[in-house]
């Protein structure tokens, strides 16, 4: 296939809507029925179960899907590769990053890099650390920001900062003021955690079961701002880590538990051959977090 059959058929793949895959393309939808039937003539085989106007991917399209976006992923990475050899100054990274990192971390590194480097563009997107995860395995990304480091392989991985993680709890609270805790003590408790696939719910998780209790979970959120939110309203305790900004009404109380922290760092795919802005980028990360003063 080539780059345009890749986008059409990609585009129809992930829509499933003849007429949709067709105002997104700019095409007629004639044209794009045509060019889906010429492509399963090519194979011999139908690629979605027609339901009505609706299509569904079939086994033998998923299989085809899979490969046609992994291609369209490397030809955009080569058109990349080709306009930052052209202009080095200049250049495209896709940077993913959790949402707690997009009042301080992320901004912070994409302004500095940007002080120094030129005029290099950025496309942003935040998500769970799972979603996140994939979109660089997938080539969706180039970077992504995510804490803890991820156990898929085919990773790329660099360390960027350790951030403590700590107790929230009410300003009232009677352990708000407490110079540390463990969280054996607070078997009874009641949290407010993160949904799970975010990075710091596996951080909970992980701690909880290293301190031998089952939390008792009485809300979950997508957001650490929300988090915080619902501990200031009293509705439960949460762990978030000492760098996010907590709302009056929250109280922060250390941890006395090893490894109550959480890694902070860039991952990409190893398979893939970074971009100059990309690879730029890593370093400028890289060397600013030996800049970066220690906890």
């Known amino acids: 296939m080539l780059g345009a059959d890749l986008e059409w058929f990609t585009t129809l793949a992930e829509t499933e809507n003849v007429s949709v895959a067709a105002d997104r393309l700019h095409v007629a939808q004639p044209t794009l029925s045509r060019m889906l039937a010429r492509l399963e003539r090519r194979l011999g085989v139908t690629l979605f179960d027609r339901h009505g106007k609706r299509l569904r991917l079939n086994d033998y399209g998923r299989l085809y899907y899979e490969h046609a976006r992994r291609a369209r992923a490397e030809l955009l990475a080569g058109e990349q590769a080709v306009a930052d050899r052209a202009n080095p100054a200049r250049g495209v990274v896709r940077l993913s990053f959790l949402h707690s990192f997009g009042s301080g971390l992320a901004p912070q590194l994409i302004g500095e890099f940007r002080r120094v480097s030129g005029r290099v563009d950025f496309t942003l997107f935040q998500g769970a650390a799972e979603v996140i995860t ?24 660099r360390t960027l900062l350790n951030q403590p993680v700590v107790l929230a709890v009410p300003a009232g609270h009677r352990l708000a003021g407490q110079r540390q805790i463990r969280l054996a003590e607070l078997a009874e408790a009641e949290f407010i955690a993160m949904h799970p696939g975010f990075g710091m719910r596996r951080v909970f998780d992980e701690l909880c079961a290293a301190a031998g209790i089952a939390p008792r979970i009485a809300f979950e959120s997508s957001d650490l701002v929300t988090v915080c939110g619902l501990v200031a309203a009293g509705l439960g305790v949460g762990l978030v880590p000492l760098e996010q900004s907590v709302p009056p009404g929250v109280a922060l109380v250390p941890l006395a538990d090893a490894g109550a922290s959480r890694d902070v760092g860039l991952i990409w795919s190893a398979a893939a051959t970074p971009a100059e802005a990309v690879r730029r980028f890593r370093d400028f990360a890289t060397e600013w977090a030996t800049r970066r003063p220690a906890w």
């Not at 660089?136 to 790329?156: E, H, I, M, T, Y």
């Open 134 to 157: 994939r979109q660089v395995l997938d080539g969706d990304a180039d970077l992504a920001l995510v804490s803890p480091r991820p156990g898929a392989p085919g990773l790329g991985w």
